[in-house]
């Protein structure tokens, strides 16, 4: 198993920068391929989202469940099925006036997969810097 943990401080509001990340990740996240609601709005506990994402130059598909949904504070999913199983955590606070984002990643490779871990965690750690780059990017300057 391996973690990944990024943040990142964004000059607008908590409701703002909570709503941007939570709306989709495809807007953000630069492995995010196409994201959509599989189960009735609005999106809480419970949820279902299905995911297709590009990693390594290979197109994956994931099924994931809203473990946690409190609004302007923080957002949890936990894989149901794909490559393997992970889950993902947003948190934010204010950061006088600006927003704090903190993003928690946690897979556990299995099989082959397990042999290329350090790998796949660099991999998933530059992606989620990437992302979070382009995120901080699109909202301070919109």
Do not use: C
Request: net charge negative; glycine share 8%.
């Amino acid at each position: 198993m391996f973690t990944v943990a990024e943040s990142v401080t964004i000059d607008r509001s908590v409701d703002e920068v909570f709503a941007f990340f939570t709306e989709g990740r495809a807007q953000w996240d630069e492995s995010v391929v196409s994201e959509e609601l599989t189960s009735p709005p609005p999106v809480g506990v419970g949820s279902t989202l299905h995911t297709r994402m590009r990693a390594v130059g290979r197109e994956f598909s994931f099924e994931w469940r809203v473990t946690a949904y409190e609004p302007g504070s923080r957002m949890a999913v936990t894989s149901t099925s794909g490559i393997m199983p992970t889950s993902s955590e947003l948190m934010f606070a204010d950061a006088n006036g600006a927003t704090l984002v903190k993003v928690r990643i946690e897979a556990e490779p299995t099989g082959m997969m397990r042999l290329a871990q350090g790998m796949i965690a660099g991999e998933v750690r530059s992606t989620l810097e990437t992302s979070l780059a382009k995120a901080k990017r699109i909202l301070e300057q919109g």
